[in-house]
Structures are given as C-alpha cells and as structure tokens.
C-alpha cells in the first residue's frame, strides 16, 4: 500500500536559516504529491503541491520538488521566520480523497 | 466565502457513549472526507462521502460511521467509545474541479 515516510521532528533553527525537511513515499503509479501545514489549535492548510514528476511547487518561500527517481519530494526554504513555526506533513493522494499523511515534523524557529 | 465548519470544537465523552460530529462543506463542495489525528497514529482517513454515498473508508472498526446529508453536510458517529477514540476529528471538503481538500479546525475529543 502507499506510504509516506518523514524525518523526525522537532527541528529548531533560528531565523533566516534554511530548511529542509525530507519526505520519501511509496506507491504504485505516480500519485500527486502535497505538504500540508498545522499551526497550533487549527487544522491543516495546503501549503503546495505538484502533480506529476519534475514539477515544483512553491508557496510562500516553500518549495518542494517531485522526484521520481528517488521518490521523494523535499520541502524547503531558503530563510525561515519565526512565524514558521508548525507541524508539517507531507502527503500523497490515492483514490478519491485519501490522502495517506507522514506523520509530521514540528518546526521551531527561535529568534 | 465561508471554510470548512465542524462543530462542536470540543468535547469530553465517557467510555461507552456514542458521540456525533457535524462537518458543513465549503459551498459548491460535494466531497466530504474525514480523518482522525492521533499523536501516536499521525493522520488516519476514515472515510469519504459524495454526493450522499460512501465513496471510500479506511481501516476502522464498524463503530465509526458516518453519512452525508443532501447539503453535502456530513456526520461522524462513533459508538461505544473507548479511550483510544481520543482524537482530534478532521473534516475536509473537496474542490470540484481541482480537488484540493480544504480542512476544518477539527473536533477535539477526549474520552474519559
């Protein structure tokens, strides 16, 4: 079955430092691809995402790359903010809207 | 143009009684799918509903059903809860044309 596979959190980096935060999947096909982004007390929001190999999303300084060869799509950003800080998931789409979610990283950034 | 409503926000339940959660789509939304977050399960899909019918369903026990209204409002019901059950419930609708899911702020409960 599909899977997705994160880094562990919690990251903490201080501001203006650069992000990365792996995310590798398995699934038959080639489903489309999301990172999602919790901020406390609330729901997830789309952060970005890309539908086929070799398309980038990018979204508020994130950005992500679907990669076919190593099955990944790593989320990153080049100088981070404080208001940053959540919990990030990466997901695939199956059918319908299952999506299968990993189980998260938390971000922390410090002043 | 209004998000994804669930309601109540939260909720305290003892082991055994039932609970039912109410989810209002985004207007124009016809998919309705619910997922349970748990910190030791991460994000679990329980189901999704399309026009009235159950389109898809995770892997949960049959305590946990649900159904879609003709407003493409839909309901979760879990009976007989245990202490495993506490969660935070997470309702989504679907973009027609795109279908991005779009989150509500989720139902929290605690089952004591």
């Known amino acids: 079955g599909n899977s997705v596979t994160q880094m562990e959190g919690p990251v903490t980096l201080s501001e203006e430092a650069f992000l990365t935060i792996n995310c590798t999947y398995t699934?038959?096909?080639?489903?489309?691809l999301f990172w999602y982004v919790q901020y406390p007390g609330e729901g997830l929001q789309l952060l970005l995402k890309a539908t086929k190999a070799d398309d980038k999303g990018s979204n508020k300084g994130f950005e992500a790359t679907y990669r076919k060869e190593t099955t990944s799509f790593h989320l990153e950003k080049g100088s981070v903010q404080v208001s940053d800080s959540a919990v990030y998931f990466c997901a695939l789409a199956g059918t319908a809207s299952k999506l299968t979610f990993g189980t998260g990283t938390r971000l922390q950034v410090t002043l | 143009k209004a998000g994804v409503t669930q309601t109540p926000r939260y909720l305290i339940k003892t082991r055994g009684q039932q609970v039912t959660l109410s989810c209002s789509p985004i207007s124009g939304h016809r998919s309705v799918s619910w997922y349970q977050q748990t910190p030791g399960q991460g994000l679990q899909f329980l189901f999704e509903y399309f026009s009235e019918t159950q389109r898809n369903k995770g892997n949960f026990p049959g305590r946990f059903s649900g159904r879609q209204f003709s407003n493409s409002r839909s309901e979760m019901n879990v009976s007989t809860l245990e202490l495993g059950d506490s969660a935070l419930y997470l309702c989504?609708?679907?973009?027609?044309?795109?279908?991005?899911?779009?989150f509500g702020e989720g139902s929290r409960l605690t089952v004591l």
């Open positions: 989504a609708s679907s973009a027609p044309r795109t279908g991005e899911l779009f």
């Open positions: 699934a038959t096909g080639y489903p489309s």
